[in-house]
T-cell receptor
């Protein structure tokens, strides 16, 4: 059972367009929602993250929108560039004992075409 | 750039062999993790450690074992590799309640 549902699994966007990736979660105990970007042959790297007391967070061309009541959050990439082509993972985490337990979505493979 | 290193990057090995995947971090993080990632799939936590001499099983059952004798080192061992162990293994570390930093991964193929 997927605790974090991510869609779409693949996305093709024209250069300059907006890329939108959606995630939904069930467990209200999650208190931190990071997005990771992974290029082929590399490990995931933190892109941007949000806590549930904030509805939106923007860093450059990347924006997270968070809807606590709907238990949904999304990543928007404005002015998408070919260099943004990568796999994006949403995640949700909560305290579990002495560590922050992170649950990942299935990933979205983004391709930005010129 | 996060200072967490995994070796080897790629490993092809025969069935029945014992293997150890190395992971080291120079950030002084107490918490370290091993994730397994199959192509096109999400990351699944297989092991984690709170600190030296602490290791716990993750969400996904794994026949591998880990040890944490030093803060900076968190190796993963498979006593007898099988084709079903073919996957990418990602090591990560974090400070208290902060994001995880990932290594580049080890892509393991068991033939």
């Amino acid at each position: 059972q997927q605790q974090v549902k991510q869609s779409p699994q693949s996305l093709i966007v024209q250069k300059g367009g907006i890329s939108i990736i959606n995630c939904a979660y069930e467990n209200t105990a999650f208190d931190y929602f990071p997005w990771y970007q992974q290029f082929p042959g590399k490990g995931p790297a933190l892109l941007i993250a949000i806590r549930p007391d904030v509805s939106e967070k923007k860093e450059g061309r990347f924006t997270i929108s968070f809807n606590k009541s709907a238990k949904q959050f999304s990543l928007h990439i404005m002015d998408s560039q070919p260099g943004d082509s990568a796999t994006y993972f949403c995640a949700a985490s909560k305290r579990a004992g002495g560590y922050q337990k992170v649950t990942f979505g299935i990933g979205t493979k983004l391709q930005v075409i010129p | 750039e996060a200072d967490i290193y995994q070796t080897p990057r790629y490993l092809v090995i025969g069935t029945g062999k014992k293997i150890t995947l190395e992971c080291s971090q120079t950030m002084g993080h107490d918490k370290m993790y091993w994730y397994q990632q199959d192509p096109g799939m999400e990351l699944h936590l297989i092991h984690y450690s709170y600190g030296v001499n602490s290791t716990e099983k993750g969400d996904l059952s794994s026949e591998s074992t880990v040890s944490r004798i030093r803060t900076e080192h968190f190796p993963l061992t498979l006593e007898s590799a099988r084709p079903s162990h073919t996957s990418q293994y990602l090591c990560a570390s974090s400070k208290e309640n902060t994001e995880a930093f990932f290594g580049q991964g080890t892509r393991l193929t068991v033939v």
